[in-house]
């Protein structure tokens, strides 16, 4: 079992629309990544968050990306309004040197 | 920056065949290094990580890596494959002896085992 659980696991969206992808881990860390694999690419870095504050981000994660801890335990990813080439894998993990990776949110906008 | 290279995008064998994956990074400073895996359907799972100490390591379901140092290369082997090895395997780093914990992955290599 994965420490870190996501939902939805499938999120089929329309073009524009809002989407928020969230992360539960099983156990309370510091430290939080999200990445994203566009189909037949490449898992890219997007955003860490440590201590609730974003540390570092990618240039991927522009202004319609944000991600949020809204009650102490579950983190969450929006994309404001959602483009074709955002349709991807979004994984979430728990990490320190070592990442621990969830299922994945497979995002697909029409 | 670090940037991971994987030879093969994919690979066919038949069970009980050896096998080898490729993988090469580029960065200059101390390097933590790991394997993962993706069954269909499920999340990234570990395989096996490097951080120090002997280059040749073990990791879960008989795999094993081995890290060059003066290759920048971190190969996966395992002897003999069966049919549940068929996934996508993942090299990846970070840098090493930092806080610095985002990994850079290669762009994977689909494995796939005939029974």
């Known amino acids: 079992e994965p420490e870190v659980t996501q939902t939805p696991s499938h999120q089929v969206t329309q073009m524009g629309q809002e989407v928020i992808l969230r992360c539960v881990p099983i156990?309370?860390?510091?430290?939080f990544y999200w990445y994203r694999q566009i189909l037949g690419q490449k898992v890219e870095f997007l955003v860490s968050?440590?201590?609730?504050?974003?540390?570092?981000k990618s240039e991927i994660f522009d202004d319609q990306f944000s991600v949020e801890r809204p009650d102490g335990s579950n983190f969450t990813l929006k994309i404001r309004s959602t483009k074709l080439e955002d349709s991807a894998m979004y994984f979430c993990a728990r990490q320190g040197a070592e990442a621990f990776f969830g299922q994945g949110t497979r995002l697909t906008v029409v | 920056a670090q940037s991971v290279s994987q030879h093969n995008h994919h690979v066919i064998l038949s069970e009980a065949a050896s096998l080898e994956l490729g993988c090469n990074y580029s960065y200059g400073g101390t390097v933590n290094l790991f394997w993962y895996v993706q069954y269909p359907g499920q999340h990234l799972q570990l395989l096996l990580k490097y951080f120090s100490g002997d280059p040749l390591v073990k990791g879960i379901k008989g795999f094993e890596a081995e890290f060059i140092k003066s290759k920048f290369s971190f190969n996966l082997r395992k002897p003999s494959v069966q049919w549940s090895d068929t996934a996508e395997y993942f090299c990846a780093v970070n840098a090493g002896g930092s806080n610095d914990y985002k990994l850079s992955f290669g762009a994977g290599t689909t494995v796939t085992v005939r029974a």
């Open positions: 968050f440590y201590n609730n504050e974003i540390s570092e």
């Open positions: 156990s309370n860390h510091l430290y």
